[in-house]
């Protein structure tokens, strides 16, 4: 029997004028954050749970900081669901991407 999925939840503060997209991003801030997001993932790994069981989620800024997670990520995770955000240091993107290319977003 397969373990149940895990569902990481990413949650963040922001406002209205950190939403332009050539404003200063804090890069040390996100990475930092990305850190504890895949610490969480590879936690439940630990645990038993198969990174592929994982799916990582969010909202808004939580929502930002889940899509750079799970492209961040270098083991396959069962998907990404990112509402209403945007993709933190997008500059650094594709070359940033870690995560298979088939992983479901």
Partial sequence: ???NPVIIAA???QTA??????APEDEEGIMRATGL???LISDE??????ANRVLLGG???GGALALHSALTYPEPLAGVI????????HAHFPDA?????DMPV
């Fill in 17 to 22: 004028s950190d939403l332009d997209a050539t």
């Fill in 45 to 50: 790994i630990k645990a038993g749970i198969p």
């Fill in 11 to 13: 949650t963040a503060k």
């Fill in 82 to 89: 990112s509402l209403s955000c945007w993709l933190p240091r």
């Fill in 97 to 101: 991407v870690k995560a298979p290319l």
């Fill in 1 to 3: 029997m397969e373990p």
């Fill in 37 to 39: 997001i895949h610490g």
């Fill in 59 to 61: 909202f808004s800024q």
